[in-house]
């Protein structure tokens, strides 16, 4: 009798010392301290670019949640720039960057997105935009002009992309050039937000890089999928003050089962 009811106990407490996957917000907050941004749902549909002016998916929905807390987390500061970024690939930092770029711009704001992740950039192949110079071009030539790298979204109005140009070896020494500073000022004249999808800080050091010019630091957790080591480095950057103000981000979860709505229309 006592083995028995021992014996789930047991199992329970076994599966879950060897489980080191993320599989909630609980999880998150006994590893670190760091605020909690909010959650985005699974996406079912193939597209990356899920938020429009007339969709009202529970995951689109979500994201205008999630541009309420950034504005509301960040009052009485300034919080022009944000980057994203993440522990390792696959977690959704684009496709955050993406959406959330996109749902500013139907609340009016005027938003560009940049594609800093310079070793494997998918911003612009995943909006499905046609390649041109982009921000290597610019650190390397003079003679770039930002006119030149930037490309406006056809679908939503007020959303433009940097794609991240050549592909060079030195991707992280290009970021301390005196030329990223120079670009993020001129856009700071010209946009109400810039969105920075950066390298996983969990493989290369490139997103510390870009340190001097950010607000806000938006680091994406896949559940799942993110091991529990991803939220530790996470809470180092926290605790240690690496990047500004960061929050974290719960992607890919059953959210829209959880607050009890589906698709609405769209």
């Known amino acids: 009798l006592i083995f028995g009811i021992f014996l789930p106990f047991t199992f329970v407490f076994v599966k879950n010392q060897v489980n080191n996957k993320i599989t909630g917000v609980s999880d998150i907050s006994k590893l670190t301290n760091t605020p909690y941004l909010g959650e985005i749902s699974h996406n079912d549909k193939n597209a990356t670019l899920i938020v429009g002016e007339n969709t009202n998916t529970s995951a689109a929905e979500l994201f205008r949640l999630m541009r309420f807390n950034i504005v509301y987390q960040t009052s009485g500061r300034s919080n022009k720039v944000i980057l994203v970024t993440s522990g390792k690939q696959g977690e959704g930092k684009t496709f955050f960057t993406i959406n959330i770029a996109a749902s500013l711009a139907l609340a009016g704001h005027k938003v560009i997105c940049l594609s800093f992740d310079l070793r494997a950039p998918r911003l612009s192949r995943n909006l499905n935009l046609k390649s041109k110079k982009g921000i290597t071009d610019y650190i390397l030539d003079k003679n770039t002009t930002i006119a030149e790298i930037t490309t406006d979204n ?34 700071k004249r010209s946009y109400d937000f810039i969105l920075i999808d950066s390298a996983p800080v969990g493989k290369v050091a490139d997103a510390y890089g870009l340190a001097p010019y950010i607000d806000t630091t938006v680091f994406l957790i896949r559940q799942d999928y993110s091991s529990k080591t991803e939220v530790k480095i996470l809470d180092d950057i926290y605790k240690n003050q690496k990047l500004n103000y960061p929050m974290a981000v719960l992607n890919d979860t059953n959210a829209k089962n959880k607050y009890g709505y589906g698709d609405l229309a769209g």
């Open 154 to 187: 056809p679908e939503i109005e007020g959303f433009s992309t940097i794609g991240s140009g050549q592909i060079l070896p030195n991707a992280g020494e290009l970021m301390t050039h005196p030329r990223v500073g120079v670009l993020i000022e001129e856009l």
